[in-house]
Nanobody, 123 residues
Framework: QVQLVESGGGSVQAGGSLTLSCAVS????????MAWFRQDPGKEREGVAS????????TYADSVKGRFTISRDNAKNTLYLQMNSLKPEDTGTYYC?????????????????WGQGTQVTVS
């Protein structure tokens, strides 16, 4: 069983920082395209950032460019999202996702494995 578990969410004041982690068990992530998404109730899910297996291709939503950094440690089977200069509009449930089959590794890829989400609240 492949499982993705997010952690690191919480409440923070505007301008603050949080680091999210996504621990993967059941498989190695070294050949997986991975991404972070976020969603608030009543809103469409938004792709936040994506990262290719070797970190050679990284994408960000325009709304987070310059503030968020996606990274991965394949040896630790973990995906990270460093979030700086947080804004109230960053509030939402953040999900990590992974897929072993993809064409271009960005947020439009079909992700097959999802975590349960972690809540981020910025006030």
């Amino acid at each position: 069983q492949v499982q993705l578990v997010e952690s690191g969410g919480g409440s923070v004041q505007a301008g603050g920082s949080l680091t999210l982690s996504c621990a993967v068990s059941g498989t190695t992530i070294k050949h997986y395209c991975m991404a972070w998404f976020r969603q608030d109730p009543g809103k469409e899910r938004e792709g936040v950032a994506s990262i290719s297996p070797g970190s050679s291709v990284i994408t960000y939503a325009d709304s987070v460019k310059g503030r968020f950094t996606i990274s991965r440690d394949n040896a630790k089977n973990t995906l990270y999202l460093q979030m700086n200069s947080l804004k109230p509009e960053d509030t939402g449930t953040y999900y990590c996702a992974a897929t072993a089959t993809w064409n271009v590794c960005d947020s439009t890829a079909e992700f097959h494995i999802w975590g349960q989400g972690t809540q981020v609240t910025v006030s």
